[in-house]
């Protein structure tokens, strides 16, 4: 039987061309099958694979695993495994799923394992204990520093030192499908003499990745950068909604805080990082300043040439790409990001989520927000349906896409999108006091 990591070796599943989930990709995620049961799942096609029904029929039974792994509605306790499991699990589907293997005519074994994508609820992989974002794409932060600050200093001086980032708000982490409201709070324009409360004007998509982690080490002890990469399970697409008004108002001195915390959305596959191999490519150049020695990384390898997109549709209207960027744009790599956030002892738990801050390429068709895009608003882009947007307006449909393509090896991530509703009325003067 040929190696299923050959782009050239089918499954027995039907699979398009255009797909993002051929054999060679086999992500991991959960399902709600038709009798409201959910599992933990993978994908070839547009065919959901039941590990839950895998695991009981026995064909994980040589692989030493726990019992009961796949019953759960996430995913950690697998992450928690560790690489040699989650690679073992991978295989194990892959060749299962190759053309010819001894799986491919047994009918009624497939039938309890495979369900039609169309027929299953796709929902969030894993349960997110702690939610982490960064500021690492230098195009993107030279775009706000110029915009906000000083352009011959866009740059702060710790920037090019390390990687910046705040700890975000993992409980409003969606699933792609589910809509996002859009978020009241305070605001104050620069002309403005006191901050007003009341519904966001300036809502915002950032074009994001996430890795998602196993456990790191106990105890004190960070995660080397050349080795960081054992602890990343795989990514996902990931939407950090922003209200740009509220943010400009209360990041000083501290940082994003209700400005971020409304929503976060992501794709629901999470696609392994021995899946993106062959896409694999150099971030830039880290030579002035030199990063510090923990942080020093050999650079070929280090990022992965990704292509990423955005697309609005206004309610009732098709949709208009905005965005076409790449996540080998960014700065600092996934492992300098990992090494950073544990060289102070910091405690890594399977599950927890990490995004890659805005990623904007190097023109104005490569930024990856509205803030960016459009300059503040001051230069609003036309849609397909001629009207123009400065941010998201309500009813707005924003999708990100992205996917890796090589000769003819496709690996990709769906997509995550959402909706945004209307902020709700509410009066905090309205609210009894008892």
Partial sequence: ???????????FLPVSEHSDFPLQNIPFGVIGRPDEIFVCASRIGDT???????EQLGYFDDLELPTGLFSQEALNEFISLGRPAWRAVRRRIAELYTVGSALEKKASERAEIEWPMAQVEVVLPVFVGDYTDFYASREHATNVGSMFRDPANALLPNWLHLPVGYHGRS??????????????GQRK????????YGPSIKVDFELEMAFITGDGPVGETPIPVDRAEEHIFGLVLLNDWSARDVQQWEYVPLGPFLAKNFATSISPWIVTLDALEPFRTARPAQEDPLPLPYLQQEPTRA?????????????????TVVCQSNF?????????????????????????????GTISGPDKGSFGSMLEITWNGKEPVT?????????????????????CKKDDLRIGFGEV??????????????ISKK
């Fill in 303 to 319: 990022n992965v040439d990704l292509q990423l997109e955005v697309a609005i549709a206004p309610d009732g209207h098709s949709e």
């Fill in 383 to 403: 849609l397909a349906d001629g009207s123009t947007r400065s941010f998201i307006e309500d009813g707005d449909t924003v999708t990100m896409r992205g996917f």
């Fill in 417 to 430: 999108s959402a909706t945004l509703l209307p902020a709700l009325s509410w009066n905090p003067a309205s």
């Fill in 1 to 11: 039987m040929p190696s299923w990591t050959d782009p050239k070796t089918p499954s």
């Fill in 48 to 54: 959901a694979i039941d590990l839950n029904a895998m």
């Fill in 189 to 196: 324009g620069p002309n403005d003499p006191a901050p007003v």
């Fill in 171 to 184: 409980s409003t982490i969606v699933e792609s499908g589910v809509n996002v409201r859009r978020p009241n």
């Fill in 328 to 356: 080998k744009h960014m700065y600092w790599s996934m492992a300098q990001q990992l090494a950073h956030h544990t060289i102070n002892g910091c405690l890594i738990n399977a599950g927890d989520c990490m995004g890659s």
